[in-house]
C-alpha cells in the first residue's frame, strides 16, 4: 500500500537552470534527435529479509553512471528507464498531444547485489510500481520539481528531488518553459485590511483550536490468520512550518479516512499510516534489549493545497524493553525536524514480542511517572501531618495527666 504528496502542477515560463550533482541522461530518437531529456537525483530506503529470518534496511541513491538501455521515445508514450547495478528505475509517460504525465514509476532492484544487500536471504529480483503526481505539464515544457518528494510503498521509499524532465522534446531541442511543482512555488500571503475604528476596538477573531485527535487504534497481523505482530493505539496530530506560517493538522483515525499497513522484522517494523492528507512511515527498531522509534517519514499536503515532505531517520524516541510496551498517556511534543512537530495523545506501542494480540506490561513516560509522583508526595505528606498531629495530641495529652498527678 502506498500514498504519497499530491502535486498540483502550475505552468510557469522562466529560464531553465542547470541542477548540480544530479543523473543527467539524454534519450534519442530513431533519427537521433533528443527526445526525453532527465536530470534528477532519486534516494532509495529498501527494507528486505536477511538469513535468520532478520530484517534489514538498504539506503542508497541512484549513481551517476546509468545507461538508458530500454529507454523509447514515441507521439503519444514514452519511457525513461536507467539501469544500474542489475537493478533498474523507469518512468512511463504519455501525451494527449496537448499536455503529458507520468502515468507510473517502476523500481526493479536485485537481492543478488551483495554490496547493495549484504546478507540478503534471498537472491531474487522483486519489482513494484507506483503512480507520481506528475499531471498536466504543457507539451513542449520541462517539468521541475527542486522540493523533495517522497513515494511511499510497503518496503521501498523512493525520495526525488532536483527533478528537471521533459517527457515529448519538440525539434530535439530542450525546451526553456517550466511547469514548476506546487512545492517549488511561492506561498502568497494576503496583508489584512484595516479599518479605523469610531466606535471603538474592531473586536478580534481568536485563532481556531483543533480538538484533541481521537485516539487511533493499529494492528498489524503478518497475514490474516496470524495474530497480532505491532500494537499501536495514539492521537496524532502535526505541526507544519511552512515559510513564515505555522499549522496543525489532526490525523483522523477513522478507518474509511486512514488506513493503516506495515511489517513485523526481528530488528525492524514499520506502521505505514495513510489519509486523504498525509501519508506516515513510523519505522521502530531493536538491539535485543530495547525497542525505539528509529525514523518517521511523513509526506502529504495541507489545507491549502500545499505540499510536504518531512523525514528524520536518527530518532530515539518510545524506548522501552523488548517483550514490553511503551506507554505515554500525556500530551507529548516532539521536535522530529526544524519544520515538522510530532503531537501524540494516549500513546501506547508495543512493534515487537506481542503475545496473544494484547499489550504487555508497560515502560511509562516519565511525564505519567511524575503524575503519578504528585498525589502519592501529597498523600505521604498529609500522612505525616496527621502523625505529626497526633504525637502532638498525645504528648500534649500525656503532659496534662502528670500535671495533674503532681497537684494532689
Known sequence: MYRHAAFVLLLASITVFQLSHGVEVSVNDSDNKLCLYANLMVNFSVSYEEAGNKSATAEFELPADVTTEGSECNKTSSMLKLNFGGHTWSVSFTSDGAKYQADSVT???????????????????????????????????????????????????QTLWNVLMQAFVVNGSKSEAITSCAADLPVTTVAPTTHTPT??????????????????????????????????????????????????????????????????????????????????????????????????NITGKTSSGVAFSEVNTNLSLWEAAVGASYMCNKEQNYTITNQLTLFTFDLRVQPFGVKAGVFSTAEECQSDAESFLVPIAVGVALLVL???????????????????YESF
Open 386 to 404: 496527621i502523625l505529626i498531629v497526633l504525637m502532638a495530641y498525645f504528648i500534649g495529652r500525656k503532659r496534662n495527666m502528670a500535671t495533674g
Open 199 to 296: 466606535t471603538g476596538p474592531a473586536p478580534t477573531t481568536p485563532t481556531p483550536t483543533l480538538p484533541t485527535p481521537t485516539t487511533g487504534k493499529y494492528i498489524i497481523k503478518p497475514d490474516e490468520n496470524s495474530t497480532a505482530c505491532l500494537l499501536a493505539n495514539f492521537g496524532l496530530r502535526i505541526g507544519l512550518k511552512l515559510g513564515e506560517k505555522y499549522q496543525e493538522m489532526n490525523l483522523d483515525p477513522n478507518p474509511n479516512k486512514t488506513a493503516a499497513s506495515g511489517q513485523c522484522g526481528v530488528n525492524s517494523s514499520d506502521l505505514v499510516l495513510v489519509s486523504d492528507t498525509m501519508a506516515i512511515t513510523l519505522t521502530f527498531t531493536n538491539d535485543t534489549k530495547k525497542f525505539r522509534l528509529h525514523a518517521l
Open 107 to 157: 523500481f526493479s532492484y536485485n537481492l543478488s547485489d551483495k554490496t547493495t544487500f549484504p546478507g540478503a536471504a534471498s537472491n531474487e529480483t522483486l519489482s513494484l510500481t507506483v503512480k507520481p503526481e506528475i499531471n498536466d505539464v504543457t507539451e513542449g515544457t520541462c517539468y521541475s520539481c527542486k522540493s523533495r518528494d517522497t513515494i511511499v510503498s510497503e518496503l521501498v521509499n
